[in-house]
């Protein structure tokens, strides 16, 4: 993936980009940022890339030349065009979705204001998206390039050390995530919930999605109104649990039905009410035996191996499993073959099987 960020500061990225995780992405090749200077598109002395504003007022405005010139160095060089953003507290709000759209893409052109902001035949001529990081306002859009760069970046496959630390996260099947607890196990009087030492995975899992649900309830009740919390919390916790996050503060009894457990040779796996593997993380081996046993399959081929394996790259890429038409093209395999291959069918076989939710178009 590739972030090009047009600044009049370069030099604030200089320790972002330099340190934790994302300097380590950056020499594994994960991501690549480059850092265009927009004073060095200007052709005065003074390297002047701000004026007063038409029709009065505090403040001064970013020109329109610099900018443009600076853009166009970038897109004479990339076909097709790359996705372009202007950091401005007047665009739409980021949220955790489109952060994952973004991470969709191979690249992204981010554009940093300054000063009152940013002369809008520059934005009018290039089309060019806003976003804002939130409802203030800062300096600069350095830091919220920054965010953007950071929360797009840790979806990228590799990126976080653990992939299942992505599963859970606030926002990420639409809830505020559940308290977090560690050593030792009482600190100054306070003990960690009894539950989270118990070792019963599913019952974890439950009182998590209990705590999750109370507290987005309590902290961000608009959350539970949105009309893609079900679409989110079905990909992460099944049809029950995308039910019950959409009503009331579950009962202990409800949580039972969301989260089912199955056993196979002394692994316990949480699933969802027609079976799919809750975490995704989970999956192991001993899951796709277990599966191949339930679909009476004789023997797992390198064919079966090879659509998990694509259906898992997709999902982990897109945040959610192909549709069922669309099998063939992620897969390359005839669906008649899919299914000859998982007799339950792409769905209910392969999707389970490759221990991802159950995806859209299967009955
Ligand atoms: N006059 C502008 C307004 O009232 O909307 C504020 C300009 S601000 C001082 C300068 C630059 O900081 C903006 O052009 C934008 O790039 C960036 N910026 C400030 N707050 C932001 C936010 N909440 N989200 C994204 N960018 C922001």
């Known amino acids: ?26 020499a594994k090749g994960l991501l690549t940022v480059n850092l265009i200077d927009i004073r060095d598109f200007t052709n005065d002395t003074h390297r002047t890339v701000d004026d007063r504003p038409y029709g009065g007022g505090p403040g001064m405005v970013m020109k329109p030349e610099p900018l443009t010139l600076a853009l166009e160095s970038i897109l004479k060089s990339s076909e097709p065009r790359p996705k372009t953003i202007c950091l401005s507290p007047s665009g739409p709000t980021l949220n955790q979705k489109m952060v994952r759209q973004l991470a969709s893409l191979p690249r992204i052109i981010l554009i940093c204001g300054r000063y ?26 350095e830091v919220p390039a920054m965010a953007l760069i950071e929360s797009i970046s840790r979806l990228i496959p590799g990126f976080l050390g653990k992939d299942e630390s992505l599963i859970e ?120 035996e277990m599966i191949r046993i339930q679909e009476d399959i004789d023997e797992i081929t390198d064919d079966h191996q090879e659509i998990m394996r694509l259906l898992r790259e997709y999902c982990q ?41 159950k995806p859209e178009g299967c009955a």
């Not at 972030?3 to 980009?17: A, C, E, H, K, Q």
């Not at 330099?18 to 380590?24: D, F, G, M, N, R």
């Not at 005839?334 to 221990?355: Q, T, V």
Request: net charge negative; charged share 25%; aromatic share 8%.
């Open 1 to 26: 993936m590739i972030f090009d960020v047009l600044t009049i500061f370069p030099g604030l990225f200089s320790s972002f980009l330099a340190e934790s995780l994302l300097a380590k992405a950056l």
């Open 116 to 141: 009152e902001g940013i002369d809008q035949r520059f934005l009018d001529l290039f089309a060019i998206e806003e976003l804002s990081i939130g409802d203030y306002v800062l300096n600069g859009g």
């Open 317 to 357: 890429e897109k945040g959610l499993p192909p549709r069922v038409r669309d099998m063939t093209v992620v897969t390359g395999f005839k669906l008649k073959y899919i299914y000859e291959l998982f007799p339950s069918g792409p769905g209910k076989g392969a999707c389970k099987m490759a221990g991802l939710p």
């Open 169 to 288: 996260e606030s926002h990420s099947h639409g809830l505020l995530e559940h308290p977090h607890y560690t050593r030792p196990p009482e600190f100054r009087g306070l003990t960690v919930p009894q539950i989270l030492l118990s070792g019963h995975h599913a019952q974890v899992a439950a009182y998590r999605l209990a705590e999750a649900m109370a507290k987005t309830r309590a902290i961000r009740p608009d959350l539970l109104a949105r009309p893609e919390l079900e679409e989110e919390t079905v990909a992460a916790l099944g049809r029950e649990g995308a039910a019950l996050a959409n009503k009331t503060t579950p009962q202990k009894e409800d949580l039972r039905l969301v989260m089912k457990t199955v056993e196979f040779k002394g692994a316990i796996y949480s699933v969802d009410d027609e079976g799919f593997l809750l975490d995704s993380s989970l999956w192991d081996p001993n899951w796709v």
